[in-house]
T-cell receptor, first 114, second 115 residues
Framework: AQSVTQPDIHITVSEGASLELRCNYSYGATPYLFWYVQSPGQGLQLLLK??????LVQGIKGFEAEFKRSQSSFNLRKPSVHWSDAAEYFC????????????FGQGTELSVKP | DADVTQTPRNRITKTGKRIMLECSQTKGHDRMYWYRQDPGLGLRLIYYSFDVKDINKGEISDGYSVSRQAQAKFSLSLESAIPNQTALYFC??????????????FGEGSRLTVL
């Protein structure tokens, strides 16, 4: 069955420090993978996506993610975190041939300390 | 104004009451979705609709029903609310192109509390 796992429920980093949020997926075919961000009181916004090609993808707000097929992972990174990055982050896999159905991970809440 | 608007944004109700959450969009998208968010569980798909005449169940449709009144409107109903339906509900939209690339456009959410 298709699934997405985000092992870390909550992460706290200092402002200016680097960040890595983990995501592991289970999917029988080549996955289409996504990271969404949910700021407090807001809906979800697409950060970046991977379909094929270069395994390192760039997104908005200075985020990047690397697809590693051998590890079934799609980890999100940012070299220097800003206080405004505090939010909840969701990894998702697209079940194509089902009209845009996304399977989401459990989410990782990011706190940023001064 | 938001492209995807959900009403109400917050609602407290009692067990057994009928509740409707409404979603309207100005993006001109044909596809609309209702998700439920619970802490530690992420977002789970309740129902989705590809057009006015097409409604599909998602992962957790039991206890819910939907109505696609028009291309721009998609409402979610709880016929008899129960406490474990307390959650944050999101409406999302996409068109075929966006759907095939996984990009959904979300509303700001409706927080429902069932006492």
């Amino acid at each position: 069955a298709q699934s997405v796992t985000q092992p870390d429920i909550h992460i706290t980093v200092s402002e200016g420090a680097s960040l890595e949020l983990r995501c592991n997926y289970s999917y029988g075919a080549t996955p289409y993978l996504f990271w969404y961000v949910q700021s407090p009181g807001q809906g979800l916004q697409l950060l970046l996506k991977y379909f094929s090609g270069d395994t390192l993808v760039q997104g908005i707000k200075g985020f990047e993610a690397e697809f590693k097929r051998s590890q079934s992972s799609f980890n999100l990174r940012k070299p220097s975190v800003h206080w405004s990055d505090a939010a909840e982050y969701f990894c998702a896999v697209l079940i194509y041939n089902q009209g845009g159905k996304l399977i989401f991970g459990q989410g990782t809440e990011l706190s940023v300390k001064p | 104004d938001a492209d995807v608007t959900q009403t109400p944004r917050n609602r407290i109700t009692k067990t057994g009451k009928r509740i409707m959450l409404e979603c309207s969009q100005t993006k001109g998208h044909d596809r609309m979705y209702w998700y439920r968010q619970d802490p530690g569980l992420g977002l789970r798909l309740i129902y989705y609709s590809f057009d006015v005449k097409d409604i599909n169940k998602g992962e957790i449709s039991d206890g819910y029903s939907v109505s696609r009144q028009a291309q721009a409107k998609f409402s979610l109903s709880l016929e008899s609310a129960i406490p474990n339906q307390t959650a944050l509900y999101f409406c999302a939209t996409s068109d075929q192109l966006a759907a095939n690339t996984g990009e959904l456009f979300f509303g700001e959410g409706s927080r429902l509390t069932v006492l």
